[in-house]
């Protein structure tokens, strides 16, 4: 490729079309961009290290008092472009070409595709990822497999991209020998090659922000998006950006995102899995906090129901969407009675989500994309969204942090976290972080809700098992290997390959029963991959 940028040094191999991504002026344009912005992301990352700190030794948090005259205060964020006014259903995935395609074809309103948790980041994914994107985004893409031809169709879903969060990196480009942040990298090279061409076909660029903890890392994606802007002669506004609340200390400072991201703002989206996995890692060291199986913790427990309504409430007070989160059923084959309890799942949790006034919602399967759409039409007719619709009630402190259920623990919950961790973490080291498990599309945030309650039952005083057997590291080491031989079973019938899973069922081990939580298992996990 061309010469690099001056302190610009790329330490991985460029596989054919990279260097139409990675061209001079895209990297000069990155770099300008980490020089600007890197030193307040690791000044944010510490706040996060002090304010965990903080939490461990007792703290509870709340509403912020110096930011008390924005949440009285009467403002609305700018108007969306009409491409953003309907998002009745929107389905997710991985940058993946045929995801792609299927995606954009499957009959959503929107595609958040996605560069971040259901993306195993290793090189190769993350800039074909971006050669993906650049064909789609020109309906240049097609895929030849299995001896059908996938091309785009006429009526395709408006296009919204997740970058990674602020807490990961891209250790195969540093800028002065730094490496970059993962997410200035996934947008920065969107957006320059991207930007003008998604304008002009009047859908774009719009974004999806994951893993917020607070509104002063909402002011530096804002920041950013106006640098970028002004450096492409992009008017300020262009961009907008939905925020994933998917941390509790996000749930504190809703309006606050909003505000600091008012010219740029799409919304929120309720991010329930993170969110369950951030409750956990927030007071992992509190004796009073422990929370039932995975299964028994739904959208209708307090916390996660108070959540919900809250950002709906938030959004539209100020005049935003309000987008609810990713039920993680899919269709069931060779199974009608287990496939119909799946799709009335679905169901269920679509209505609940309009009925409470959500605009749209997410589904990650495209076979799920009309039953979803069926629920949210019979609540909003032909209206494109419902923003106008008020929540009543206040909700705070009493309603997030009151956590339940803590019972029931079982043997059976305890050991499908273990399998269910070990499965998507052979599966993300053999890169792909989207995953079909139990019947459940499986992200990241599966991993780490799975690792964090095997941790937290460990440790805490109330980890017990229904039978009243206390939770402890050697029961948990006795049933790694014997969940790593289903895992194994059934991967190798699936026709796949197993060489990862006994790495992962190490690291899980490692994840889980570390004496001190490690903050993210995709941090170890990406310094491990290729």
Known sequence: MSTLPAGVAINAPLHPRFDEILTPEALAFLAKLHRAFEPRRKELLAKRAERQA????????????????????DWKIAPLPKALECRRVEITGPVERKMIINAFNSGADSYMTDFEDSNSPNWFNQVQGQVNLKDAIRRAI????????????????????????????????????QRVSGGIFDFALVFFHNAKEQIARGAGPFFYL??????????????????????????????????????????????????????????LNAGRWDYIFSCIKKFK???????????????????????????????????????????????????????????????????????DGFDGGWVAH??????????????????????????????GPKDWLNFQPEQPITETGLRNN?????????SWLAGNGCVPIHNLMEDAATAEISRSQVWQWVVSPKGKLDDGRKVSAEMVRAMIPEELAKVKATVSAAGEKTETYDQAAGIFEKMSLSPDFPEFLTLPLYEAME
């Open 210 to 267: 994951p893993k917020l903890e607070s509104h002063l890392e909402a002011r530096l994606w804002n920041d950013l998006f106006c640098m970028a802007q002004d450096e492409l002669g992009i008017p300020r506004g262009t961009i907008k950006a939905t925020v994933l609340v998917e941390t509790i200390l996000a749930t504190f400072e809703l309006e606050e995102i909003l505000y600091e991201l008012r010219e740029h703002s799409a919304g």
């Open 142 to 177: 097609s895929l030849e497999s299995g001896g059908k031809t996938y091309k785009l169709n006429d009526q395709i879903a408006t296009l919204q991209i997740r970058p990674r969060g602020w807490h990961l990196d891209e250790k195969h480009v540093t800028v002065d020998g």
């Open 54 to 73: 903080r939490i461990d030794a007792g703290e509870m948090p709340d509403f912020l008092p110096e930011t008390k005259h924005v949440r009285e205060g």
């Open 366 to 395: 495209p076979g799920l994309v009309s039953i979803a759409m069926d629920e949210f039409l019979k609540v909003l007719g032909d209206r494109p969204n419902q923003w106008g619709k008020q929540v009543e009630g206040s909700f």
């Open 285 to 355: 060291k509190n004796k009073d906090f422990c929370l039932a199986n995975r299964g028994a913790i739904t959208m209708e427990v307090p916390f996660m129901r108070s959540y919900a309504l809250a950002l709906v409430q938030a959004c539209h007070k100020r005049g935003a969407p309000a987008i609810g989160g990713m039920s993680a059923l899919i269709p069931i084959k060779n199974d009608p009675a287990a496939n119909e309890k799946a799709l009335a799942g679905i169901r269920h949790d679509k209505t609940r989500d309009a009925n």
């Open 418 to 426: 273990i399998n269910v961790g070990i499965h998507y973490l052979g």
